[in-house]
């Protein structure tokens, strides 16, 4: 498949007041979660009319599951019919708003931690944690792959809910506010938090006191 790789795109403002009220809603949500004011030089979110403008923003093919990112320019989502209705699956309006909100989260996670975006389960995690999507989607019987990094999407959401309620969402916060100077890896700043190890047995543990 050759991919149309524009540089030019046509952007076109919202004139869908549903949108306007998500976007409202969810910057209240994650001033919110995050214990900060985003006043200033608000987020901008794109919408993305179709997989191939998609695919030339991206420079890349991408798969199905790929339904939004992020970058300087702000948080990027496919067009809410397309995301809908995608081949095998089951989303609703809730999931779009979601979405909205995940993409967000992560403009949100790199002012308070300094621009960091890594390790890469803690920054998918906390977009799943504050966008509510850690609630809805399917708990993982386990925890065995996201701290390697893999299955991040079905397991550091409900691992980092696990942590929140088990220890406060304030206490999460501020690790992530003492990320943004923290020089060393990220496994010492988190036993510096909760005095744990940074290891699966500890998440098999929250599960356990669920």
């Not at 695919?55 to 067009?79: C, H, M, Y």
């Amino acid at each position: 498949m050759t991919l149309l790789m524009s540089k030019i795109f046509r952007i076109k403002i919202n004139e869908q007041k549903e949108l306007e009220s998500v976007y409202a809603q969810s910057l209240d949500k994650l001033n919110n979660f995050f214990d900060i004011r985003w006043e200033q030089n608000k987020p901008k979110v794109y919408i993305v009319s179709d997989r191939e403008t998609a695919e030339s923003l991206r420079g890349k093919q991408t798969p199905d599951w790929i339904v939004g990112w992020n970058g300087d320019g702000g948080a990027f989502v496919l067009d809410k019919d397309i995301f809908l209705n995608t081949k095998n699956t089951n989303r609703d309006n809730d999931d779009y708003k979601m979405l909205i909100m995940h993409e967000l989260a992560h403009l949100y996670f790199k002012i308070v931690t300094g621009g960091k975006t890594q390790p890469n389960w803690l920054w998918e995690g906390t977009s799943i944690l504050a966008s509510g999507q850690a609630e809805k989607w399917n708990k993982p019987a386990e925890f065995r792959s996201f701290l390697d990094n893999k299955d991040v999407y079905s397991e550091a959401g409900h691992a980092l809910l696990l942590l929140t309620r088990q220890f406060g969402k304030e206490k999460f916060i501020q690790m992530l506010k003492n990320y943004k100077t923290y020089d060393g890896d990220f496994s010492g700043l988190f036993k510096n938090t909760y005095d744990m190890e940074l290891t699966y047995a500890t998440f098999e543990g929250l599960i356990k006191h669920q």
